[in-house]
């Protein structure tokens, strides 16, 4: 399996910009498909966006389309996450996970999680 870490999450007022960072370690890092999730309290864990093993496939929930944009530096085994016009709405824990299935979008489909980051966005 693969190690992941989030870095990046914090607090920032609605309409800002954050932008996350998911750096990997053990496995090789190109191999996997990368997604983003967010958990609220509350709710459950939801599927934000995934990138393809050599960047060339996205996908993004339609809640974060046109705002957020993922991408991977293979040569730095890590995988970001550009949020830009946030919403209150977005206020969860945001984690990054490791797949071997493109395209997936439920967490059962991703066997490594990182630790998750807090994104607090006030109104």
């Known amino acids: 399996q693969v190690q992941l870490v989030e870095s990046g999450g914090g607090l920032v007022q609605a309409g800002g910009s954050l932008r996350l960072s998911c750096a990997a370690s053990?496995?090789?890092?190109?191999?996997?498909?990368m997604g983003w999730f967010r958990q609220a309290p509350g709710k459950e864990r939801e599927f934000v966006a995934s990138?393809?093993?050599?960047?060339?496939?996205?996908y993004y929930a339609d809640s974060v389309k046109a705002r957020f944009a993922v991408s991977r530096d293979n040569a730095k085994n890590t995988m970001y996450l550009q949020m830009n016009s946030l919403k209150p709405e977005g206020t969860a824990v945001y984690y990054c996970?490791?797949?071997?299935?493109?395209?997936?979008?439920?967490?059962?489909?991703?066997?490594?999680w990182g630790q998750g980051t807090q994104i607090t966005v006030s109104s």
């Open positions: 053990g496995r090789t890092f190109s191999s996997y498909v």
């Open positions: 996970a490791a797949s071997e299935m493109q395209g997936a979008v439920v967490p059962a489909l991703y066997e490594s």
């Open positions: 990138i393809g093993w050599s960047a060339g496939f996205t």
